[in-house]
């Protein structure tokens, strides 16, 4: 497929974190685009102020009428239900319709390819590799999964030889990408609706690592059952970070590469996870040629990802945190970093559970990471894509919780349960829609502090 013959590009599902990133390049380097979301979002909204007309109705009619078979391609998110009016519209007329993934795996093909895999840690250490080619000078387009705060984008550059992008396992969509340089930062149990079981995630992940031919190009943790060059914190490996220590709420460290020790390398997201997000990113760079002092001041200068432990709210008397964590090993991780930084404080954690599958596969490890905090507000399972799964609630995950301080609260009921708590510092987790309320919980605890 040429993507140069290409004029007009139309997403179903536009305002997912993915596939706005795509809408954005393609709109970037000159075609028309547009789209259908069913919701709207701030994600749309910005879409939309970059000149990307978006509507929010399933309807054959508000297709442009300019857009024909032969200029035409379709992008869909694999979320999109298969009576979606506009998608038959388009089947039935042979246009050129694909996956996210595959139009990512055609753009890339002929850059030279960064691809960063894992079942966590993948959007903030491809943003922080996309930040570190950027500020280095490198001709690169970055495709982040999640808004990075430094540009306000989920998109970084504009460059045509490097590439930069998530390798989703996600319905095995990595397998589209042609990788020179990859990563795997984890690989948990997940997704189980599309793989069954862990072994057959882990077959997947094995099947990815194979396309990068060079294993020294491959960057892997310790535990994973694949060949490739090792990376750790306050570990063995043979990219290390040791001498950790934390200074003015900012970790400063040292790294053992295979030739040489970085010293007092500085970084400012908290929790042992993003130290690795950072190692990983940090080998890939030195692996590249990117001399140390670039990496150094990129890493220095990376504000984080939206919704990966986002200070709402951060003074004396109140912390308030946002966080995407929609698995028990993330949540794990930001308990992590919340007793860390705040070792004697009561937290409150909210979360909305995110897919009626994932709260089933894993109810019993959701449990017991949610019952480590001080007090927990459970909202309903947020569904995505699924339909209701007889006895998978909230309700049944809370009866799971050996925490005495635990309650139940719909969406009306949140903010006034919030207030109500004496805990000094909050947290709100999950991947549903709480965070579109993340705005109004900050207004309404600023305005009673």
């Given at each position: 497929m040429n993507l140069n013959q290409i004029h007009n590009v139309y997403f179903i599902g536009i305002g997912g974190i993915g596939m706005s990133a795509l809408a954005r390049y393609f709109k970037t380097i000159g075609k028309n685009v547009s789209g259908y979301d069913k919701t709207e979002t701030q994600l749309t909204r910005e879409l939309q102020q970059h000149g990307i007309a978006i509507h929010f109705e399933d309807n054959i009619d508000l297709i442009p009428a300019d857009?024909?078979?032969?200029?035409?391609?379709?992008?869909?998110?694999?979320?999109?239900?298969?009576?979606?009016?506009?998608?038959?519209?388009?089947?039935?007329?042979?246009?050129?319709?694909?996956?996210?993934?595959?139009?990512?795996?055609?753009?890339?093909?002929?850059?030279?390819?960064?691809?960063?895999?894992?079942?966590?840690?993948?959007?903030?250490?491809?943003?922080?590799?996309?930040?570190?080619?950027?500020?280095?000078?490198?001709?690169?387009?970055?495709?982040?999964?999640?808004?990075?705060?430094?540009?306000?984008?989920?998109?970084?550059?504009?460059?045509?030889?490097?590439?930069?992008?998530?390798?989703?396992?996600?319905?095995?969509?990595?397998?589209?990408?042609?990788?020179?340089?990859?990563?795997?930062?984890?690989?948990?149990?997940?997704?189980?609706?599309?793989?069954?079981?862990?072994?057959?995630?882990?077959?997947?992940?094995?099947?990815?690592?194979?396309?990068?031919?060079?294993?020294?190009?491959?960057?892997?943790?310790?535990?994973?059952?694949?060949?490739?060059?090792?990376?750790?914190?306050?570990?063995?490996?043979?990219?290390?970070?040791?001498?950790?220590?934390?200074?003015?709420?900012?970790?400063?460290?040292?790294?053992?590469?295979?030739?040489?020790?970085?010293?007092?390398?500085q970084f400012g997201l908290p929790g042992k996870h993003n130290l690795m997000n950072a190692l990983m990113a940090l080998a890939m760079a030195k692996t590249f040629g990117l001399p140390n002092e670039d990496i150094a001041s990129a890493l220095l200068s990376f504000k984080g990802i939206k919704r990966r432990f986002s200070y709402q709210i951060k003074n004396e008397n109140l912390v308030y945190i946002d966080d995407y964590a929609h698995h028990p090993t993330e949540i794990n991780a930001v308990h992590q970093a919340v007793r860390e930084l705040y070792p004697n404080q009561k937290v409150l954690a909210v979360f909305q559970p995110h897919l009626f599958s994932r709260t089933r596969d894993f109810a019993d490890d959701f449990a017991k990471s949610l019952s480590a905090f001080d007090e927990v507000l459970l909202l309903d399972i947020y569904p995505?894509?699924?339909?209701?799964?007889?006895?998978?609630?909230?309700?049944?995950?809370?009866?799971?919780?050996?925490?005495?301080?635990?309650?139940?609260?719909?969406?009306?009921?949140?903010?006034?349960?919030?207030?109500?708590?004496?805990?000094?510092?909050?947290?709100?987790?999950?991947?549903?829609?709480?965070?579109?309320?993340?705005?109004?919980?900050?207004?309404?605890?600023?305005?009673?502090?």
């Open positions: 857009y024909y078979v032969e200029n035409t391609l379709v992008i869909i998110t694999p979320a999109v239900p298969k009576q979606h009016s506009e998608w038959n519209y388009f089947i039935e007329r042979d246009y050129e319709i694909k996956k996210r993934a595959e139009v990512l795996g055609i753009i890339t093909k002929d850059t030279f390819c960064f691809a960063v895999a894992g079942t966590h840690g993948k959007t903030t250490t491809s943003g922080i590799l996309g930040h570190i080619l950027f500020e280095s000078g490198v001709d690169v387009t970055a495709f982040i999964g999640g808004i990075v705060e430094n540009y306000n984008s989920n998109l970084i550059g504009n460059g045509k030889t490097v590439t930069v992008v998530e390798a989703d396992e996600f319905d095995r969509s990595f397998l589209h990408l042609h990788p020179n340089i990859a990563c795997v930062t984890s690989m948990d149990a997940d997704h189980l609706d599309i793989y069954g079981d862990k072994a057959a995630i882990e077959a997947s992940f094995v099947e990815f690592a194979d396309k990068v031919e060079d294993k020294s190009k491959l960057f892997i943790t310790k535990e994973l059952p694949i060949k490739g060059v090792t990376c750790a914190v306050n570990e063995e490996a043979v990219f290390s970070a040791c001498n950790i220590r934390i200074v003015n709420s900012q970790y400063v460290f040292d790294v053992q590469t295979p030739t040489e020790i970085i010293m007092n390398l995505a894509r699924e339909l209701p799964m007889e006895g998978i609630t909230s309700q049944w995950l809370m009866d799971k919780m050996n925490n005495i301080h635990k309650k139940l609260v719909q969406k009306q009921e949140l903010i006034p349960s919030i207030l109500d708590s004496d805990a000094t510092v909050i947290v709100t987790i999950g991947a549903g829609d709480i965070g579109e309320m993340v705005p109004t919980i900050k207004k309404a605890l600023d305005e009673t502090n």
